[in-house]
């Protein structure tokens, strides 16, 4: 993380700033609090899980503002969202702007849907200003990112970007049994203005503004930052199979203990992810499982998941290839079995990118920082289609996926408003 | 474990030995066949839980065979069920000899009924050879000894030695809210012909067979094992807390891992327990129990339990209060509360019971060896009310509480022949 110092305001672009000075904070935090009842859990979170009739309701007060604002809604057929304000050009391809409107069951009032509101105020913003950009600018809502119900998450941008199949992603089911096909007349009818879009639009560029979801920002007292890029992460399941015995009778020497194994494991990876003293290091055990999980038995079974994430496409690989062998040194008498589950290599966004977002900030005089994602957002699926770029905001003690979730309203509206510098440059391009 | 040297056959007492000789090996074993059918499982084991149906049905085939051989049943409030054979000193306090009905839901063919069985074979053998003994000698079945389904368990031995108050045990509950008080009506229409006994017959000794539950005797290839004592336990349940957090986004410094140090602490506690090399150790750490448990999400809280068992008073003091201070020190930036949830103590079998099962195998040229009981029996609670001795049986790899559970008829025999020659001379003093 680097503080980045506000280019001289002499180069700054008069017309971009313009647009950015439109941004209206009360009308975006308004907006926040009326999303925010889509959903509302009584602890004060949002529970607004994807495709559900509160995720449905949300959509039809973006399109009640959105065609406030004369703008055309599009949705395609997994029912990705589009609100296009038309360009001089409107050949060209457009300039995309958005996030997500699901939340993760037990969520806050921020995650994704302050990227849709931030672009929607951008958009709100440039025709206050009176500019009618080059390039259109189509404002988005992608389906399924939290993946909280119908799981793997980012549902809306992999297919989009054709990372995954039409086809198989509306197969796939919740815990209810129910698959997305089935899920997705609801979405459309919550949209009646919108015309159904069967070919993907190829974007020009990406942006995404959300809360930082880490503390980075918030210990710096820094309002925006600059995301260089997501880091990758791989998933691993660890099972370490020993032997059920009764506790009180059992010598040592006739004991396979499971748990003794996977604690071993554990202890010995710590020391290894960690020793490594990189402070980009992300390396984590999240579930475990014991079994039969009887105090007076002695553990036959153990499960645990790791989440290993660094930026550094090499570490990935070195460390994450350290895991097995690893796993196996430790595993005494036991048996181990350890499967990659997930392998997502770290994304880098463009410089030409990241350097426009930065220079919008500086050219609003608003403080920022670069860092990395350290969560994944819809952006990884756009950068392999388009040059790409996020901005983060900070949120309060870097909580998020929670009902405790929270920004100040004058980063809100920050990082809207390089958002919408970034946005006005770009479509001029 | 000590192997015992068998004593010249010349003091031997030709009584006991007559008695002994009279065990039917393939009547005993048939009885545990018909005994496996009431509560079978399809895959061989038996779930026979305290106070159910099938424990009913049990009691009533034991009332068949107790009679048959004139024996007059008792049944005391809490249902443990007695079957006494006569002595010439009616007058006298009776020897006990039992053990349990009940199992574990997925138990075996032994598992306590063995000792009421290998009881009922004394009681015949007796009086096939034309004994009739100085004192009376009752045949016991204690009620839920297992607590499989009525937790805690050992119930009936408790409430006989006046360990647990009769009203309160009436009122433990089963998963499915019934007390033990609504079971006691099945349980008396099991046994029709026993009589209502409301005041405790105080016992002049008590012995009890069981298998070993443990490898010991299969190693050594003894039929017969002496049990010197039941081990001490202590159990702990072990909480720690940290902090919830995402696992891409926070670093190592930022972090409050609840699992990072639970492995720590369990790590250290086994180096502890198991670093003594002391062959009378058992640690066991068998419930563990990590939240929220998402794979993204550093864990927030850990619980788990530990069960520490040791035949030593002054080891199980010494190593059981360091627990605490272990887990202290390991608890990096978390916090830890450990609470003691169990502590019984160890219990020594009295020398003079001990011999007399010990001069009993060498009358009858068993070999036997002497060895202390990892498990909990029916026998620690008669052990503060009167002289107690246990004996054990091999069972096949150490295996039980499992529908694997088995035992050789020759070796289910041969504990029913000590323990006969045994409790014949018990009855004569």
């Known amino acids: 993380m680097t503080a980045e110092p506000a280019p001289s305001a002499v180069s700054a672009d008069p ?22 009842r889509f959903g509302a859990r009584p602890d004060g979170g949002v529970n607004r899980q994807a495709f559900s009739d509160d995720e449905a309701h949300a959509r039809t007060q973006l399109e009640r503002w ?49 990227g849709v509101l931030a672009g929607l105020e951008a958009l709100e913003a440039i025709r206050a ?54 899920r997705i007349g609801p979405m459309l009818r919550a949209t009646p ?4 879009r069967s070919r993907r639009v190829d974007p020009f560029a990406y942006l995404e503004a959300h809360i930082e979801q880490g503390p980075q920002l918030e210990a710096a007292d820094v309002p925006v930052g600059i995301v260089t890029g997501i ?15 009764h506790a009180g009778t059992t010598p040592l020497g006739k004991r396979r203990d499971a748990l003794s194994g996977a604690v071993r494991m554990i202890e010995r990876l710590e020391a290894h992810f960690w020793g490594a003293g990189d ?9 475990v499982e014991v079994g039969p999980g009887a105090p007076n038995t002695v553990p036959e079974r153990v499960f645990f998941t790791i989440d290993f994430r660094h930026p550094d ?21 036991c048996a181990v079995r350890v499967v990659e589950t997930q392998h997502s290599a770290p994304v880098t966004f463009p410089e030409a990118m990241t350097d426009r977002l ?11 920082l670069t860092l990395p994602s350290g969560a994944n957002h819809d952006a990884k699926f756009l950068a392999g289609l388009c040059p790409t770029a996020m901005l983060f905001i900070p949120c309060r003690n870097g909580v998020s996926h929670n009902p405790e979730e929270w920004a100040e309203p004058v980063h809100v509206a920050a990082g809207a408003r390089v958002l919408t510098h970034a946005l006005v440059d770009l479509a001029a391009a």
Request: aromatic letters at 8%; proline letters at 6%; a negative charge.
């Open 15 to 36: 017309i971009p700033i313009q647009a950015a000075a439109q941004v209206d904070q009360d009308r975006l935090w308004r907006r926040h609090e009326i999303m925010a």
């Open 129 to 182: 200003a009176g500019i009618t950009p080059r390039r259109p600018i189509e404002l988005v809502a992608w389906v399924n990112e939290e993946g909280s119900s119908f799981s793997p998450g980012m549902t809306g941008s992999a297919v989009f970007a054709g990372a995954e199949d039409l086809e198989s992603a509306l197969q796939h089911r919740n815990w209810a049994g129910e698959t997305i096909a089935e």
């Open 313 to 333: 496409r090499k570490v990935l690989s070195a460390f994450g290839d350290a895991i097995e062998p690893i796993c196996w040194d430790q595993r005494g008498r």
């Open 279 to 287: 402070p980009d290091m992300r390396f984590t055990v999240g579930r």
């Open 231 to 245: 880091q990758g992460a791989r998933w691993f399941d660890v099972e370490v199979t020993g032997e059920a015995a």
């Open 358 to 368: 930065a220079r919008a900030a500086g050219a609003l005089a608003i403080p920022s």
């Open 193 to 196: 203005l919108a015309h159904r």
């Open 66 to 114: 959105t065609s406030a604002l004369g703008l055309q809604g599009h949705v395609d057929p997994i029912t990705n969202l589009f609100f296009r304000l038309e360009g001089r050009r409107p050949d060209l391809a457009p300039v995309l702007v958005g996030s997500h409107i699901d939340s993760q069951p037990a969520g806050g009032r921020f995650d994704g849907i302050y």
